[in-house]
Nanobody
Framework: QVHLVESGGGLVQAGGSLRLSCAASGRTFSSYAMGWFRQAPGKEREFVAHIRWSGGTTAYADSVKGRFTISRDNAENTVYLQMNSLKPEDTAVYYC???????????????WGQGTQVTVSS
């Protein structure tokens, strides 16, 4: 069992930055692939980024590539999402998730956090 808690969301102007954190509790965090997803009102949950258990391989949605960076600290049981050059269309609830392997599909993850709101004003 893995319990995930996101933090770091908030209101920011377009062009600004935020750093989201996802703290995990439970055993064997380091064996899980981690993903970040987001969901805007009226839209489906969409893939943002994922990272392998080792941290060596990452992938990003085209919409955030070059602006967002996913990283993890297995010693601290935490995964991060650094978001730069934010745009109004990045506004959404952001969720972290843990699963057995990296995949852009939400169905591939077993554990989810409660989400943190990110709002980007124009």
């Amino acid at each position: 069992q893995v319990h995930l808690v996101e933090s770091g969301g908030g209101l920011v102007q377009a062009g600004g930055s935020l750093r989201l954190s996802c703290a995990a509790s439970g055993r064997t965090f380091s064996s899980y692939a981690m993903g970040w997803f987001r969901q805007a009102p009226g839209k489906e949950r969409e893939f943002v980024a994922h990272i392998r258990w080792s941290g060596g391989t990452t992938a990003y949605a085209d919409s955030v590539k070059g602006r967002f960076t996913i990283s993890r600290d297995n010693a601290e049981n935490t995964v991060y999402l650094q978001m730069n050059s934010l745009k109004p269309e990045d506004t959404a609830v952001y969720y972290c998730a843990a699963g057995p392997a990296t995949t852009p599909s939400p169905g591939g993850y077993d554990y989810w956090g409660q989400g943190t709101q990110v709002t980007v004003s124009s």
